[in-house]
């Protein structure tokens, strides 16, 4: 008799560590990061990759801001296609390391693909009422009025350093590349999608209209995984577990916890807003959202000993 046993689905979500902050950083981290991707394939799981963007979606906005200071017939490039252009950078870095890593170890038939994806929030998410998150550079108050006036932009004095852009950060409601995404994977391609959150879009009718906003990659990362029916959603960032007391003496790290357990430590405020936090969230809501499936939170470098079972923290039912 014959046991087909599925193979463990994972979403994988990227942190800023696993890209670095520059070009040249990027070239460098994605082949250490590629290794832990295909350590993962060769142990016999099927990987999904998603991943953050702000370092490069930051650098690609300047630079697009100093076109058009330069030239005044280019016109302000859109956040929403900063952030297209910040995933094909990404994608492509991934896609040359992971293709590399994979012929290095005689890993012929899975190719590799980038999908770019645009995420459709909800234009009444009550994130736009209160913008939080600060991109691109520093403006003095003339150029911020500037900008306030001719495209309509929030900005917001920055703790004496000068003026800058404040967007919102809605929660991602749908994938609209869902069924590409889906079919590729099912075909036992590795792809790579929801960079940076992915473009947020708002639909208005037939048309989906790039929204002027970042969505955290941490929830639309959580979203993929639930679409996609994953077994294990695995955030990679800069520490190998979450804490409680973070940072203080009585600080403790924290292995296996239950979905109560995490709410519990959400509401008593031990992770921190725009880091830790978003990732104990998107757990949560994983776990919470199918028996079975599990979130783990962990360093780069301990991918593989997370999923086995040997560090990070991991948060079920
Ligand atoms: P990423 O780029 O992976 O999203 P972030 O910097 O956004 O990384 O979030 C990870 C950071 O969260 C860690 O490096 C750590 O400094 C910080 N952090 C805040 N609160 C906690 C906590 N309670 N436990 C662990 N890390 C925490
Ligand atoms: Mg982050």
Not at 83 to 112: H, K, T
Not at 295 to 307: M, N, Y
Request: hydrophobic share 40%; net charge negative; aromatic share 6%.
């Amino acid at each position: 008799m014959i046991f087909l046993t599925k193979k463990k689905r994972i979403v994988i979500a990227l942190g800023g560590n696993a890209l670095g902050n520059t070009l040249p950083e990027q070239m460098e981290a994605v082949k250490t990061t590629a290794k832990a991707i295909v350590d993962l394939i060769e142990e016999g799981f099927e990987v999904i990759v998603s991943h953050g963007n702000g370092p490069q979606v930051g650098m690609i906005n300047n630079a697009m801001t100093a076109l058009s200071k330069s030239d005044p017939k280019q016109p302000n490039v859109p956040l929403s296609v900063c952030v297209a252009m910040s995933q094909a950078y990404i994608g492509y870095d991934l896609q040359n390391a992971l293709r590399e890593e994979m012929y290095n170890r005689n890993i012929f038939d899975i190719p590799v693909a980038t999908m770019i994806t645009q995420v459709r929030v909800d234009e009444n998410d009550p994130a736009f009422q209160n913008p939080t998150k600060p991109i691109g550079q520093f403006m003095t108050l003339e150029e911020a009025k500037r900008v306030e006036e001719e495209y309509g932009y929030v900005v917001r004095e920055d703790a004496g350093r000068g003026y800058r852009r404040m967007v919102a950060s809605p929660k991602p409601a749908e994938i609209i590349e869902i069924g590409a995404i889906r079919t590729l994977v099912d075909s036992g391609q590795l792809v790579i999608a929801c960079g940076g959150g992915g473009i947020p879009v708002i639909r208005q009718g037939n048309h989906l209209k790039g929204a002027g906003a970042v969505i955290d990659k941490d929830f639309a990362s959580e979203l993929l995984a639930e679409e996609l029916d994953a077994d294990v959603l695995i955030i990679l960032t800069a520490v190998e577990k979450a804490a409680v007391n973070f940072g203080k003496p009585d600080q403790k790290w924290l292995d296996e916890i239950t979905v109560a357990e995490a709410e519990k430590y959400i509401a008593e405020g031990h992770f921190a807003a725009g880091s830790m936090l978003p990732k104990v969230q998107a757990a949560v809501r994983f776990a919470s959202s199918k028996k079975g499936r599990t979130a783990l939170i962990t360093l780069l470098e301990k991918a593989s000993d997370g999923i086995n079972g040997r560090t990070g923290t991991r948060i079920t039912l």
